[in-house]
């Protein structure tokens, strides 16, 4: 079984910064694409980044690219978020993923795990 929990969201001006966290239980972190996800009321879940397993390739949204960065520790077992730059429309509830199938991962359907979810708020 493997669990994630969040950590790092907060309220933050715009134009701030924010780093959220991952922590991935288990000994198979190395094993597993891992993802960010963020879901604002009444909209639906959205797709924000992804990281392989092996940390070489990295996929993000059309909404975040260039603000956020995705990255995995893995002696931590733990992947991160940065944020820069924010805006208010990226105030949501942000949720870790992880999937042994990186394609699966990017859908964001039938993913293996998810985590609690942080919430990120954003001021104008």
């Known amino acids: 079984q493997v669990q994630l929990v969040e950590s790092g969201g907060g309220l933050v001006q715009a134009g701030g910064s924010l780093r959220l966290s991952c922590a991935v239980s288990g000994r198979t972190f190395s094993t597993y694409a891992m993802g960010w996800f963020r879901q604002a009321p009444g909209k639906e879940r959205e797709f924000v980044a992804s990281i392989s397993s092996s940390g070489g390739s990295t996929t993000y949204g059309d909404s975040v690219k260039g603000r956020f960065t995705i990255s995995r520790e893995y002696a931590k077992n733990t992947v991160y978020l940065q944020m820069i730059s924010l805006k208010p429309e990226d105030t949501a509830v942000y949720y870790c993923?992880?999937?042994?199938?990186?394609?699966?991962?990017?859908?964001?359907?039938?993913?293996?795990?998810w985590g609690q979810g942080t919430q990120v708020t954003v001021s104008s």
């Open positions: 993923a992880a999937d042994q199938n990186l394609n699966i991962l990017r859908s964001g359907v039938k993913v293996d795990y």
